[in-house]
């Protein structure tokens, strides 16, 4: 309990409600306070680290000196408490209801499709909300800069953009949906010849702009009047508030802060508390004091003079930026080079809400190594005011300002006052550069500021300063570099001499932290050389050289193009004769998206507190391969708060859940096989005291030596799970004999994390008899978490009860992570008699549940010079981690898609799933097929490379064209194959861009464009029969309502959607009358996964035969009243309920045979994408993509779309980005958004349209309709060949031909480095990476 201390307490307003405070805890950010005390759950917890932006609300404040109220978009993870005193917070639930009335931004994200979890979506929502409280009439920029800092998992960015570009002023032609626009070659992605049509079609549209509400400013909160008076007030008072561990002091004056400052030399000032935050959080750092001084005038006041701006160290981002963008108005032209070079590298750091609150000051003061701000301020002269009790001093910002490592030379009992940005003096010119692992919201790999001041009229170098961030423990300064510069006329021998001194001044070591060692050397290369080119340009607008920059190096200063244009969603209309009643084949919107939108919609973690609720925290081994020795809770039972640490021995059932014959223990007895297995779990009566708890739990252990992280090392030790599998057609040897010409080659595939915004969670609550427990969580497959916990706790499934309301995004990560996870939660609730919540945090969901397969693809292949392959040999590795989850089946279904779409007559695969002591992989969107078509696609690269013909032509070749059998003998029809690769490339117009591109190419050195065009052919159904199987349970009132439940679960699919449109075809009502509240263990027995892209098949035909059944019985009545409506005919009457079982296909898969019809059928998509890549820092932006997709008959088309765009971005992250790291000792580093980056906004395609195959249809499936929740995750992959198509276009440029590998992802490390430019040769050659030879990370 937080101590009383006699102050007035803290004062703030809460969605126009006052609160006050008097002794708030410290440790308490605002996102818990909301939802834990206020009970405000619409704003989500998706990181704790300002990353995902699910936290985000608005902050309201008034400026007493500009009479102004400012609002800004914050992340409620990162806000303490303690600093609300004054605020007016706006959550989501203040703006709109569904009960009330809806504010605009929430109605239009939820009516253009752009909710489909819903977990992400109040972020979207405030972020928007603020954005228009600030700016009613926003740019398309603007609100795509607005939105930057949230983050969606489910789909794919576009409907978002489209929904809230209708708040745009002038939609200006490129804004228009539908329009017939295009950007012209240079500008975007048109082609070389112009402009390239799309016409207006008489097309439906997935959402109607018509009826949207109006934004209507007058109905805002106002802001309260007493925060007015309060802002008002002069002479403000100290806060101290006590909590159990923390001491907050909050001075009102300066001499105040400074006396503080003298007082606890240690205290952090916590300012915007994005690092401090941060440490205090994930690293475990504590200070039992903390001044806030944010209610210091001094620290916020800006004064411009004529030599420069001086801006307090307080000011917040985004207050320099308005500071830089006035001065950059205010001062010539010429005087501003640095104001621009800074507002620049500030419009990139981090997203929206992370500028609304981190300061100057505490940028500088963090002192870190890749800060985007410090090396421009160093290279700039930029100076700052030290202050302490002892007095003043003004410090130049430069490398001996920064001592290290989080180190400067202010003295414990300093503070930075104001830092001076010194106007540009004549002839003297600064540019800062970036580059980052995304495009936004993302910490830079390394960056730079540089400045050069000439003589006057001459080119000769009076000074010059380089800098540079992300090359060691602290900025750099590459002085030596400049020495070869510094009195020397501006030219290319001299360049040369810089360029030589850099590559030989920055050194790494191969374990330096971070790792890209070769990509980082060669960006400071490539950064210089910008700044070459740039420095030539403005030489040139001088007339003080003659020179031109040659035509073809222009582009290499020239940014992307990213100008988002209007995506174009293409599908039929349904039949003419249709019911306007029947939603069928209609766009519908979610069905909770707009209580999604309002934060109304519920997920686990939502539910309120129960009575004597305790929390639970995991405690994971820290070792990768060690005998268990003690496990010591003696000091964690002494804590407040703690009741209990659970172990294994605590399991009264099986202590085990077996996956493919092999056990895999809940919690880990005697021996643990990889850092973050699950060792024993602490509960209490908050989850602050769990933490303390669990940190206090001491395991002591014993390292066992033969570990094995790699595939190569699991293959020299033969630690697989077994069984190994192969399949083969023909005669591969003979094939490959017959052959012109054979290649072999590999690629590697990294995992993928899955990244669902909401984390794992659980709410086990003991009914208290008959061993009956309720069980709430967030999972794919109900059914599972319900045997494993009745297993695990010894008793029948009957008495156990799982209700799954929604899901927060799944993608395969949550079933059979979150049945061992539930049932650990349930253990404890079992020995504690007590409900029991567990709610992983980001950092843990990450470490413990696993991620996609990374993959080693190894092929043969034979072919002949017409392109036809005559037989292919692959053999694929799946790293499965410590034990075998579903790997076995994940290595099957690998051997079942690796043709493709592709008819090789001698084809043979083997799979195996290696044992690793890495923590244990799991299904993922897709199971494995996204992996292997990787590698038969890069297989069919190769020979295209080798014959020097183009991908696109082999593709053709080889493609399946007739009804044709697989390698397992099932027969079908590619028709739709075909029919979807031709209108592709004929949509996508790809012949005369590819023309295009190949004359930009010509004209361009530095910058390429690639295009490719890639099919898929996705089996879709469990090779399980018995998992083909569904059932549903359908009520219908007296007062004509239905219930209708299932056995699929919500998460974000939709499909309730669907289920409810299926019902109200089937029952003949409105969709309005039908409701679905939850999927649930108690209403549908023994239910499958969602998953496999079956749901809606499955459970649609449930619901199709159980609301057929119920229509049919009321068919007496119905003649009885011909003319009476469904609420006459179903009053009166008893209650209806049915419960119908569908019974699915029969598949199955014989693997000693290898023949089978392990699938019901096969969905077609064909995507092709067009990107343009800087080969100097392998950045890329994707301009275009297009797709078409034979979905059958869809039954909502704005839910296929959703997830067709959704599974793309998906897989455009896993191909292009996204990036798993592993320390040597298999520690997994990349534990949050901050780590391991997921597509954002910026990453979506330019222009993004998506074709429904017209005239398909589908016996196998409900209405004719087809399976796409996993497909189109694989079309990511035309992006990362279009990237290898730009690459091979520079390789071409360098006197490089022929294959050659490109490992997924193709990151910009990846990208930049196999583009072979003069740069990163001479790092190559350098060979001066010094230091220990172990690598930073593992290649798994
Ligand atoms: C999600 C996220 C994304 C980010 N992206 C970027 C990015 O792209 N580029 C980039 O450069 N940075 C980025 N950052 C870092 C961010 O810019 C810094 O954390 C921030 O500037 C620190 O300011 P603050 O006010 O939050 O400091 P706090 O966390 O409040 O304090 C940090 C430290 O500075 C000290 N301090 C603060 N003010 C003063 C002062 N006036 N005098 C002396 N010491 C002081 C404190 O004692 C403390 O030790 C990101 C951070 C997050 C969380
Ligand atoms: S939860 Fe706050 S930013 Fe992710
Ligand atoms: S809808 Fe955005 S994360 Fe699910």
Same mark, same amino acid.
């Given at each position: ?246 001491? %907050? ?139 302490? *009790? ?62 050069? %001041? ?8 009076? =000074? ?25 006329? %501006? ?173 895999? =223990? ?89 990244? $669902? ?107 002949? *010079? ?151 052919? $996705? ?46 075809? =089937? ?147 896993? $191909? ?119 690598? %930073?990370?593992?290649?798994?």
């Amino acid at each position: 309990m937080a101590q009383q201390t006699g102050n007035d307490g803290l004062v703030f307003y809460v969605n126009g409600k006052k609160i006050m405070e008097n002794n708030p805890d410290p440790e308490t950010m605002l996102l818990s306070y909301l939802r834990k005390k206020l009970r405000l759950t619409g704003t989500k917890y998706g990181c704790g680290g300002g990353g995902c932006g699910a936290c985000t609300v608005m902050v309201s404040r008034y400026d007493p000196q500009t009479k102004s109220i400012n609002h800004w978009s914050v992340n409620a993870c990162l806000l303490p408490v303690c600093q609300l005193h004054g605020a007016a917070v706006t959550t989501v639930e203040g703006i709109g209801s569904t009960k009330t009335k809806l504010h605009p931004v929430q109605e239009r994200i939820a009516k253009a499709h752009g909710s489909q979890c819903g977990f992400c979506t109040p972020g979207m929502v405030m972020s928007m909300y603020t954005l228009l409280r600030n700016n009613p009439q926003p740019t398309l920029e603007d609100v795509t800069e607005g939105l930057a800092g949230n983050l969606c998992r489910c789909t794919g960015y576009r409907p978002i953009v489209d929904g809230y570009r209708t708040f745009c002023e002038s939609e200006s032609c490129c804004q228009l949906n539908g329009s017939a626009c295009y950007m012209a070659n240079g500008n975007g992605n048109g082609n070389e010849n112009g402009s390239v049509e799309v016409t207006e079609k008489d097309q439906p549209e997935l959402f109607s702009k018509d009826d949207l509400l109006p934004l209507d400013p007058s109905q805002d909160l106002i802001f309260p009047p007493e925060l007015m008076r309060l802002a008002e007030v002069k002479d403000q008072t100290t806060q101290r508030f006590c909590g159990e561990r923390m001491t %907050w002091i909050s001075p009102g004056s300066l001499d105040e802060l400074l006396q503080l400052k003298a007082d606890y030399p240690q205290a952090p000032l916590v300012m915007g508390n994005t690092n401090i935050g941060l440490d205090m959080k994930f690293k475990g750092v504590f200070h039992p004091v903390i001044i806030s001084p944010t209610r210091v005038p001094e620290l916020f006041k800006v004064t411009q003079k004529s030599e420069g701006v001086c801006v307090g160290a307080g000011c917040s981002m985004s207050v320099l930026k308005s500071v830089l963008e006035r001065s950059i108005k205010d001062f010539p032209l010429e005087d501003t080079h640095m104001f621009r070079a800074l507002l620049q590298q500030i419009n990139l750091v981090g997203g929206q809400q992370i500028r609304n609150v981190a300061t100057l000051g505490g940028n500088i003061a963090s002192a870190y190594p890749n800060s985007d701000l410090t090396p421009v301020l160093a290279a700039g002269r930029c100076t700052l005011v030290a202050l302490s *009790k002892d007095g003043r001093r003004r410090v130049p910002i430069d490398k001996d300002f920064f001592l290290g490592f989080a180190k400067t030379i202010l003295k414990p009992d300093e503070i930075a006052l104001s830092v001076f940005i010194p106007a540009t003096r004549p002839n003297e010119i600064v540019h800062a550069f970036r580059h980052a692992p995304r495009k936004e919201n993302a910490l830079a790999t390394v960056n730079a500021g540089m400045r050069v %001041w000439f003589n006057e009229n001459s080119n000769v170098v009076k =000074e010059i300063s380089i800098y540079y961030g992300g090359v060691g423990a602290t900025i750099l300064s590459a002085d030596h570099t400049s020495q070869q510069i510094e009195g020397r006329p %501006w030219e290319e021998a001299v360049l040369s001499d810089a360029y030589r001194a850099l590559v030989d001044e920055i050194k790494l070591g191969p374990s330096a932290p971070g790792g890209k060692v070769d990509f980082r050397r060669s960006l400071t290369l490539s950064l210089l050389f910008k700044f070459n080119l740039l420095v030539l340009q403005y030489l040139k607008g001088k007339d003080v050289t003659q020179g031109e920059i040659p035509q073809k190096m222009l582009s290499a200063i020239q940014p992307l193009p990213k100008n988002t244009q209007p995506g174009y969603q293409e599908f039929q209309n349904v039949s003419e004769g249709q019911s306007a009643l029947d939603p069928v084949g209609r766009p519908m919107m979610h069905r909770t998206a707009l209580s999604q939108a309002t934060g109304e919609a519920v997920y686990c973690d939502d539910l309120p507190h129960t009575d004597g609720e305790l929390f639970l925290v995991i405690i994971t081994s820290s070792r990768p391969h060690a005998k268990i020795t003690r496990i010591d809770c003696s000091e964690a039972l002494k804590l407040p708060g703690v009741v209990d640490v659970i172990t294994a021995k605590d399991i009264p059932g099986k202590k085990f859940k077996t996956f493919s014959g092999y056990d895999e =223990e809940l919690l880990a007895v005697d021996e643990v096989t990889c850092v973050g297995q699950m060792v024993c779990a602490v509960v209490a009566d908050s989850k602050a005291h769990a933490k303390r708890g669990a940190a206090a739990v001491k395991i002591s252990y014993e390292d066992l030596q033969d570990r094995i992280f790699t595939v190569e090392d699991a293959i020299e030790k033969e630690s697989f799970f077994l069984p190994k599998r192969m399949i083969e057609r023909g005669d591969v040897e003979k094939g490959l004999r017959d052959a012109e010409q054979v290649y072999e080659g590999e690629i590697r595939i990294g995992g993928q994390e899955h990244f $669902y915004l909401e984390t794992q969670s659980f709410l086990v609550v003991p009914v208290g008899e008959e061993k009956e427990m309720k069980v709430y969580l967030s999972t794919q497959h109900p059914t599972f978490t319900q045997e494993s916990v009745a297993e695990t706790l010894g008793i029948p499934s009957n008495r156990v009860f799982c209700h799954v309301k929604r899901v927060g995004g799944a993608f395969g990560g949550k079933v059979t992570k979150t049945a061992i996870l539930a049932s650990i939660t349930a253990v404890a609730a079992w020995k504690t008699g007590r409900p029991v919540r567990c709610v992983l945090e980001r950092g843990e969901d990450m470490l413990i549940t696993g991620a996609r397969h990374p993959v080693w693809g190894k092929y043969k292949v034979g072919f002949m *010079k017409n392109g036809r392959i005559t037989a292919a040999d692959f053999q694929y590795y799946a790293n499965a981690g410590n034990t075998a989850d579903e790997s076995v089946l994940v290595a099957e279904k690998i051997l079942l898609h690796l043709d493709n779409a592709y008819n090789i007559t001698n084809l043979r695969g083997r799979s195996a799933a290696c044992k690793t002591n890495l923590p244990s992989n799991t299904a993922f969107r897709g199971f494995g097929v996204p992996q292997c078509m990787l590698v038969i696609e890069s297989m069919i690269d190769d020979v295209a490379l080798k014959l020097g013909r183009l991908p696109e032509e082999i593709r053709e070749i080889n493609m399946y064209k007739e009804v044709s059998l697989t390698h397992y003998k099932m027969e079908f029809d590619p028709e739709n194959l075909v029919r979807c690769w031709n209108e592709c490339i004929e949509k996508a117009e790809f012949r005369q861009r590819r023309q295009a591109i190949d004359l930009f190419n010509r004209q361009n050195q530095f910058k390429k464009r690639g295009i490719a065009i890639v099919p898929i052919k $996705y089996g879709i159904g469990f090779a399980e029969g018995f998992l083909n199987q569904a059932a549903a349970l359908v009520h219908i009132y007296k007062d004509g309502t239905v219930l209708v439940s299932h056995g699929g679960t919500e998460m974000g699919q939709g499909i309730h959607t669907k289920v409810q449109q299926v019902a109200s075809r =089937e029952l003949n009502i409105p969709a309005s009358s039908i409701h679905i509240s939850e999927t649930s263990t108690q209403c549908v027995p023994n239910t499958c996964p969602s998953a496999a892209s079956f749901g809606t098949d499955a459970n649609g035909m449930a619901v199709k035969d159980a609301c057929q059944i119920l229509y049919n019985r009321l068919e007496p009545i119905r003649k009885k009243n011909p003319k009476g409506t469904w609420q006459n005919w179903v009053s009166g009457q008893t209650i209806k309920i049915v419960l119908s079982v569908f019974r699915g296909h029969d598949l199955d898969m014989d693997w000693e045979k290898q023949e089978g019809k392990p699938y019901a059928y096969f969905t077609y998509a064909v995507a092709c994408s067009e990107i343009e890549l800087d080969c100097l820092t392998g950045e890329y932006r994707t301009l275009r993509t297009d797709i078409v997709a034979d979905i059958g008959r869809s039954i909502n088309p704005s839910i296929d779309v959703g997830q067709i765009e959704g599974a793309f971005v998906q897989g455009l992250g896993l $191909y292009t980005m996204e990036e798993l790291k592993f320390s040597p000792s298999g520690v997994l580093y990349t534990r949050g958004p901050g780590q391991y980056k997921i597509p954002s906004f910026c990453d979506v395609p330019l222009k993004f349209n998506v074709y429904l195959l017209a005239g398909s249809s589908n016996t196998h499936a409900i209405y004719s309709s087809k399976g796409i929740g996993e497909p189109t995750v694989f079309l990511g992959s035309s992006v990362f060949f279009a990237i290898k198509d730009a690459v091979t276009a520079a390789r071409k440029d360098a006197g490089l031909s022929g294959p050659f590998q490109l490992n997924s992802p193709a990151t910009p490390e990846r990208a930049c480095l196999a583009c072979a430019t003069h740069f990163t040769k001479m790092v190559a050659q350098s060979g001066a990476n010094s230091g220990p030879v172990q690598p %930073w990370a593992l290649n798994i």
